[in-house]
C-alpha cells in the first residue's frame, strides 16, 4: 500500500519534471522519425529490388520501435546523476518512503513516455502504407513497457553506482551499439553468418523484435512471441529487484 | 507520521560508532570510535577540519550508511534495529543542496510531507507555513533553480522539517554563504531550538561553533578529541590569559602572582616587560591582579584580556591549527 503510494508520488513528480523540459521527449522521438523518413524508404526499394513481398515498412517499424525503446530507456541513467548531484535522492533516502518506490516510479515514467512515442510511430508509419493488426500493436506497446522495465532499471543501476556522466556515457553505448547490431533492427539476421546468428540468438533484444514484428503481422502461432515477450518480462522482474536493491543501499 | 513520541531526555546516543570505507589503496578509518550524548533540546555543534569524520558521522546517524562497528540510538529508535523508526523521527539537510532546480520551491515541500505520509491538504498546509516561515513565500511557485543561494538553504532546511522531526541533522549549513544569509541561517537555527527541535549540525566554521552551539564537539581524524560547551572547552585549555606590561619589573611582579591560587601558569618575557599569566577567569582576576599591583607600588603600564578560542582548543589538542585549512 505504502509502496504503490510512494511509487505515484514520485511517479507524478518525474513527469512533471519530465514535462517541463520536454526537449528531452522531443529529441527521443526525432531520432526515430528520421530513421522513418529517411531511411524506411530506402529498405522498402531495397525489398522491392529483392522481390519480397509485403511492406518494409511491416518489418522494419517493428525493429525501430524496440530501438527507441533500447535508447529511451538506456539514458534514464544520466537523468538520475543529475538527481544525484542535485541532492534530490539524497534526501528521498533519509525519509521513511519505499525504496522500490523511488525507482517504480521513475521507471513508470521512462515506460509512459516511451510508449507514448511509440504509439505515436506507428500512427505516423500509416501513411508509409504499414499494415497493422490492432490487437497485434497493443500488445506490441505492451512488450516496449517491459522492456523499458527491463532496461530502465539497469541504466539507473549503472548511474547510481558510476554516479558520473563521464562513466556513464561509455559504458551505455558500449553495450547499446553491439545489442542494437545484433538484434537485427537493421537488417534481418537471416542475412547473417551461421556464427553471428549463433551470438544474436543469446540476445534477449533479438527475440524481443521477432516478437514484436510477429505481433504486427498478426502471426498469433509464432513461437516467437511468448519467447520474445516471457524473456523481456523475466528479465524486467530481475532488473527491478536489482536496482530496487540498488537504490536501498548506503551510497558508501 | 503518527508514531507514539517518547521524548527521550537523551535524543542521540552513540557508543563506540566506527566506520572503515574500502578505497583501491587499502582501507580508510574514518570514524575510530565516537561516543557522543546529545540532550533534547540541544543545538549540538560537531566541529572539525575538512575530512575529519564529520560528515561520515553524521550520515551514520541518518541512516545513510551503515556503522562498520558500535551503537546508536537516535530520537529514541535504535539506529541498527529501527531505522525505519529513525526516519520517521528525524530530518537531513544534506551538505550540497537537495532539490530539483525544475521543482517549485512549494512542490517540493509539498512531496517531502507526502513522502512522510501526510495527507495531501495536510501537506499543502505544512508547506505554506513553512514557506511563510522561512519567507520564502514570494518565491514559493518558481523553480528553484532561480533562488539565490541563502533561498535555497532555507528551502533545504524547510525540507528537514516538514515533518516536525525531533531531531535535524544539518551539514554545514552556511558553508558557501554570503554573512547576511549565514546569519540569517543563525537566526533560523536557533529558532528551531526555541521549537524544541534538537539540532546536531556540523561546521568547520569556529565562530559558527562558537555562536551556535550549546555543546560542541572536537573531531580530528576520526577521534572526539574534545567535548563540552565552548566556554568548558576553552576554560580547559589553560583559562584565560592576561597580559600585564609592568616597565622591566617583569620578575618581581612575577614573584608576586606567581602563586595566586587562581594563576595556573606564569611567565615572563626575555626584558622583563610583559608578565603573561594563565588564569582560571580573567575578567575575575583582572580587578584582583590590579589591586594587588597597586597595593605593592607597581603601576601597570597595560593590562589585557585574551580569551582563548576554539582554535586555541583544537591546537592544544591536536598541534594544528583549524584555520590552517589542508588542500581539500
Known amino acids: ?252 | 507520521m503518527a508514531q507514539p513520541t517518547r521524548t527521550p531526555s537523551r535524543m542521540i546516543e552513540t557508543r563506540d560508532l566506527r566506520r572503515t570505507f574500502k578505497t583501491r589503496n587499502g582501507s580508510v578509518d574514518a570514524v575510530q570510535g565516537v561516543d557522543l550524548r546529545i540532550g533534547a533540546g540541544e543545538i549540538f555543534g560537531f566541529l572539525g577540519p575538512n575530512g575529519a569524520g564529520k560528515t561520515t558521522t553524521l550520515r551514520m546517524l541518518a541512516t545513510l550508511i551503515a556503522p562498520t562497528a558500535g551503537e546508536a540510538t537516535v530520537a529514541g529508535a535504535d539506529l541498527r534495529r529501527e531505522p525505519h523508526l529513525v526516519r520517521q523521527r528525524i530530518g537531513y539537510v544534506p551538505q550540497g543542496g537537495s532539490t530539483d532546480p525544475a521543482e517549485t520551491g512549494r512542490g517540493e515541500l509539498v512531496i517531502q510531507g507526502r513522502l512522510y505520509g501526510m495527507s495531501k491538504s495536510d501537506a499543502s498546509a505544512r508547506a505554506a507555513e513553512v514557506l511563510a516561515a522561512l519567507d520564502l513565500e514570494a518565491a514559493a511557485d518558481r523553480g528553484t533553480g532561480t533562488y539565490s543561494g541563502g533561498m535555497r538553504r532555507r528551502l533545504d532546511v524547510g525540507l528537514g522539517i516538514v515533518h516536525r522531526p525531533q531531531v535535524l541533522f544539518l551539514d554545514e549549513p552556511t558553508t558557501g554563504l554570503d554573512p547576511q544569509a549565514r546569519a540569517r541561517m543563525w537566526d533560523e537555527i536557533r529558532a528551531l531550538r526555541e521549537r524544541g527541535t534538537t539540532v546536531f549540525m556540523t561546521t568547520h566554521y569556529l565562530e559558527e561553533a562558537d555562536a551556535l552551539a550549546d555543546r560542541l564537539a572536537i573531531i580530528d581524524q576520526g577521534r572526539i578529541v574534545a567535548e563540552g560547551t565552548s566556554d568548558e572547552l576553552k576554560r580547559a585549555v589553560a583559562g584565560d590569559v592576561v597580559t600585564i606590561g609592568v616597565n622591566g619589573a617583569g620578575a618581581l611582579v612575577l614573584d608576586l602572582m606567581q602563586d595566586l591560587s587562581f594563576v595556573r601558569e606564569a611567565s615572563h618575557d626575555h626584558e622583563g616587560g610583559l608578565v603573561r599569566l594563565y588564569v582560571d577567569r580573567g575578567e575575575l582576576a583582572v580587578p584582583h591582579l590590579l589591586r594587588l599591583l597597586d597595593g605593592a607600588g607597581y603601576a601597570p603600564t597595560s593590562i589585557t584580556l585574551h580569551k582563548p578560542s576554539l582554535d586555541d582548543v583544537f591546537l592544544r589538542q591536536t598541534g594544528r591549527s583549524l584555520r590552517e585549512e589542508p588542500a581539500a
Open chain 1, 1 to 252: 500500500m505504502k509502496t504503490l503510494h510512494d511509487t505515484w508520488l514520485i511517479y507524478r513528480r518525474s513527469m512533471v519534471l519530465a514535462f517541463r523540459q520536454p526537449i528531452w521527449i522531443i529529441l527521443g522521438l526525432i531520432q526515430p522519425i528520421l530513421y522513418l523518413v529517411l531511411f524506411g524508404p530506402l529498405l522498402e526499394r531495397a525489398t522491392q529490388a529483392s522481390g519480397a513481398e509485403g511492406s518494409a515498412f511491416n518489418w522494419f517499424v517493428p525493429g525501430l520501435l524496440v530501438q527507441t525503446a533500447l535508447f529511451g530507456a538506456a539514458f534514464v541513467g544520466f537523468a538520475l546523476i543529475a538527481e544525484l548531484r542535485y541532492g534530490v535522492v539524497e534526501r528521498m533516502r533519509v525519509t521513511p518512503m519505499s525504496r522500490f518506490a523511488m525507482l517504480f516510479g521513475r521507471s513508470l515514467r521512462d515506460v509512459t513516455i516511451l510508449v507514448a512515442q511509440a504509439a505515436l510511430m506507428i500512427v505516423m508509419a500509416i501513411p508509409f502504407g504499414i499494415r497493422i493488426d490492432p490487437v497485434g500493436a497493443a500488445v506490441t506497446l505492451g512488450l516496449l513497457a517491459l522492456l523499458g522495465l527491463f532496461i530502465a532499471p539497469l541504466s539507473y543501476t549503472a548511474g547510481l553506482v558510476l554516479k558520473s556522466e563521464d562513466a556513464l556515457a561509455p559504458l551505455v553505448q558500449g553495450i547499446a551499439l553491439p545489442v542494437l547490431l545484433l538484434s537485427g533492427i537493421l537488417l534481418p539476421m537471416a542475412l547473417a553468418p551461421d556464427w553471428l546468428r549463433t551470438i544474436a540468438s543469446f540476445n534477449p533484444l533479438s527475440h524481443a523484435v521477432d516478437a514484436a514484428r510477429a505481433l504486427f503481422n498478426g502471426q498469433w502461432a509464432d513461437p516467437e512471441i511468448l519467447l520474445g515477450v516471457g524473456m523481456t518480462a523475466v528479465l524486467a522482474v530481475v532488473a527491478l529487484s536489482l536496482a530496487s536493491r540498488a537504490f536501498g543501499r548506503a551510497n558508501a
